[in-house]
């Protein structure tokens, strides 16, 4: 009998219940026992949901991450937040934004706001986790507590649990080390901490516990290699069996490697890493399990039942009790449950699948596998179909778009003069001081944006109303900012719902969920728009707005955009032709939007494309052919406009220090990025790479509510003024102020306008 398992279950809820209860209790609004209890019931209701999967997952419950959650069950706290006061939950918040409740710390006064852990993508996906910090003196003491305290809970509702936990190697991977360390050197101190944790699971009764190690599916040298060696040989003899989970890749040249570690199953991905398994098959110890990831875990269309059964029957064949089958990842990057959607077009409806819908699948495959093809074969059927009319749908094709891809060429992606003649007009036009001060874009979402926004979409409020409402917000931005004295000013975005989803619902080939949230880090979440067809743009998107608020003042005002790299990388994107194609569809659509600002006398034009790091493979050797159709994309968006025009492009929690050159090629003639959390350790890239062009290295952290001083920032300034020519320096936040309020905003943005008044009388 084939064994149905799952990775990991999203942990915010149908209706975001995390987020809300998470918000109210860092505003004071609710109790800390009161979001306990709420995170109870969200895990009760997901077991319920995942009956009749054979193993469950316990332990991926998070208030917040994952990976801060292991740092704390191995007691590894940063220094700056350990002996402080509080509950636990306190220390922990400390650590993920900075502070902990608003109001109701038991010792506010003392212990109230830090330098909050520095964050950064989980591996190539749009979810962000805390970084681990180590260094030589790093220390670790088991505290199961949370996780002993979810498998009670689990048991006692009958849930045949498999805990859930990230891999010693993996971890020490994805942390950093803050003096001249080796992370290596710790997997000695750290090993008998996950004997302990091991041993202490095998004593309540689990039987099998998930490790996941998908560093195993990257490049990996000698001493990493070895420490995998290490650490499960190290491990072998604890009182569990040890099901060794990696997804996201193909392990490639770590196949023998995994197959022959000392545990009791692999998992592999199968979706992304497919040409792994047969090769596995003849390598794996005759005893071991494994496990197939075989339900697309990351994107949101249906699986082809019928082409998996396939392939996966030759194999239960050949395995038989030794095959498991589970999603290809945890069902964290996707959304909660297709049934809540009332409003997609039925024909779209039926080509897709989200969580509770994958498991649906997942079950139908065990059943074919356990019981023949005929126990299941309306469902079978019923996929067919489904299947059928997505390859036939006209809505999907679009030849006009096809064509003009086609019709791409290399003189699309040029500037018409260098950057230092770009520079020269741009300055003798612009007119702006030495440090100038701008934001990335996006200004507080009141409760008021969100009422009209709302009432909008409901009809309660007409077109010519929700105009009103939104060119006051626009306004008030404005006056805001020339009150602060900033020197490049942005509208808002006050009519944006997101900064992907916005473009997404006004460019044909889109179509969006009501209830498709997905988290990308604490009570962030995203709804990702869903690529399904050709991309072309029918009419403007942004002029009306950009123009108004431009007609506001004679400040130079931001066209604000989202790049093609990073719509294709927030969206769920179409698995039925390369990414690349859908990306130049993107490009040529964005491209006319680009024109049609300049058009409109908008002299300076913000591409974002936040998320360029994010879709790099996660193997180096395959990262040429990434950038170089990404890099393209972004030029042919952007280098259609004259001289004059000022092209900027912001770029977000990514470590790109290694990617420098391909984001040079960019060619953006201004680039801001994200340095504030990581004290500009990026711009440890400048020391040996000579940036051409004009850089914003963020100095105000926006995912904190900690307003930094003008000490600080002119602190920051000055070191990146060590590797960057001051004459080609911004001052910036790291992103957007979209989720921040108006009264931490505005004395944050204060204090940046003052630092930069302070470096220039000092230049």
């Given amino acids: 009998m084939t064994t149905t398992h799952n990775l990991g279950f999203p942990r915010i809820g149908a209706k975001r219940e995390l987020k809300f209860a998470l918000e109210a209790y860092w505003k004071g609004e609710s109790t800390r026992d009161s979001l306990k209890d709420l995170g109870a019931q969200l895990r009760q209701r997901h077991w319920q949901d995942q009956a009749g999967i054979d193993l469950v997952p316990v332990g991926d419950f998070s208030f917040y991450d994952q990976v801060l959650d292991t740092s704390f069950l191995l007691g590894n706290l940063p220094e700056r937040v350990q002996g402080f006061h509080g509950d636990a939950l ?62 009670a809970e689990a048991k006692a509702q ?84 040890v099901l060794l989970a990696t997804y996201f890749g193909q392990l490639q040249d770590n196949k023998y490697l995994a197959a022959n570690l000392p545990v009791a199953g692999l998992h592999v991905d199968a979706i992304n890493g497919r040409e792994d398994v047969l090769p596995l098959l003849s390598m794996l110890p005759p005893h071991k399990v494994l496990s197939l990831g075989v339900i697309n875990g990351r994107n949101i269309w ?146 008021e944006i969100r009422h009209a926004r709302s009432e909008f979409k409901a009809g309660r409020l007409d077109e010519a109303g929700y105009a009103k409402a939104m060119k006051a917000e626009i306004e008030r931005s404005v006056r805001e900012q020339e009150s602060l004295g900033l020197d490049v000013l942005v509208h808002g975005e006050a009519e944006r719902n997101d900064m992907v989803e916005y473009f997404g619902e006004q460019l044909d080939g889109y179509a969006f969920s009501q209830f498709g949230w997905v988290q990308s880090y604490g009570s962030r979440c995203v709804k990702p728009p869903i690529l399904f067809g050709d991309i072309s743009r029918p ?67 913000q591409i974002d494309e936040a998320a360029l790091r994010e879709g790099l493979p996660l193997r180096k050797s395959q990262w040429k052919e990434y950038l170089d159709w990404a890099v393209e994309s972004f030029r042919i968006t952007a280098n259609g406009v004259r001289d004059q025009t000022q092209i900027h492009t912001h770029m977000c929690y990514s470590e790109f220090n290694d990617i420098i050159a391909s984001i040079a090629d960019m060619d953006a003639d201004v680039i801001t990025i994200e340095t504030s959390r990581s004290d500009m350790e990026l711009l440890d890239a400048f020391d040996s790479f000579n940036y051409p062009n004009e850089i914003g290295p963020g100095v105000y952290d926006i995912h904190s509510p900690n307003i ?33 309020q108006w009264a931490e905003v505005l004395p944050a943005l204060r204090n940046m306008v003052s630092a930069a008044k302070v470096l220039r009388a000092a230049a």
Avoid at 430 to 446: D, E, H, M, R, V
Wanted: hydrophobic letters at 40%; glycine letters at 6%.
């Fill in 539 to 605: 009419r403007a998107m942004t002029v009306d707005w950009i123009t108004y608020a431009q007609s506001l003042t004679r400040k130079p005002m931001k066209g604000m955009l989202t790049g093609p790299v990073t719509i294709l990388n927030w969206s769920f994107v179409r698995d039925d032709q390369p990414r690349a194609a859908s990306c130049r569809q993107l490009a040529l659509a964005i491209r006319k939007e680009v024109l049609d600002l300049e058009k409109a006398g908008v002299r300076v034009i």
């Fill in 158 to 241: 009958g849930v045949k649990a498999k805990p859930v936990i990230v891999g010693p190697v993996t971890y020490l991977a994805l942390g950093k080390a803050k003096d001249d360390s080796d992370k290596l050197e710790l997997l000695p101190r750290l090993l008998p901490v996950y004997a302990q944790l091991l041993d202490a699971l095998g004593a309540q009764g689990v039987e099998w516990v998930q490790i996941d190690e998908p560093l195993l599916v990257t490049e990996l040298d000698a001493q990493w290699q070895h420490a995998f060696n290490t650490a499960y040989h190290q491990l072998k003899s604890c009182r569990v069996k």
């Fill in 302 to 447: 249906k699986t082809d039942l019928g082409a998996a059964l396939d392939w996966l029957e030759p194999i239960a064949e050949r395995l038989g009790e030794r095959l498991w089958i589970a999603p290809s990842c945890s069902l964290l990057h996707v959304p909660v449950d297709l049934a809540s959607e009332k409003k997609l077009d039925p024909d779209l409806q039926s080509w897709l699948a989200f969580a509770l819908q994958k498991l649906d699948e997942l079950r139908v495959l065990a059943a074919a596998l356990n019981r023949g093809r005929d126990a299941v074969k309306e469902a079978l059927s019923a996929n067919r179909a489904a299947l059928n009319s997505r390859r036939t749908s006209p809505r999907v094709h679009n030849p006009e778009v096809q064509a003009a891809v086609a019709r791409i060429s290399r003189q699309m992606g040029q500037r018409e003069s260098g950057y230092g003649q770009r520079a020269a007009q741009q300055a003798a036009f612009l007119k702006l001081p030495a440090y100038p001060t701008t934001t990335i874009g996006s200004f507080p979402q009141t409760a």
């Fill in 708 to 740: 930094p001083t003008q000490e600080h920032i002119v602190q920051l300034m000055r070191k990146a003024a060590q590797r960057i020519p001051a004459e080609r320096l911004w001052v910036n936040p790291d992103c957007g102020l979209k989720t921040r």
């Fill in 90 to 151: 306190d220390n922990y918040f400390r650590v993920a934004r900075g502070r902990s409740a608003q109001t109701g710390e038991d010792h506010g006064a003392c212990c109230g706001g830090v330098a909050a852990g520095e964050m950064t993508k989980w591996f190539d996906t749009n979810y962000h986790y805390i970084v681990p910090e180590f260094s030589a003196s790093t220390e670790f003491r088991l505290d199961a507590s949370r996780l002993l305290a979810q498998l």
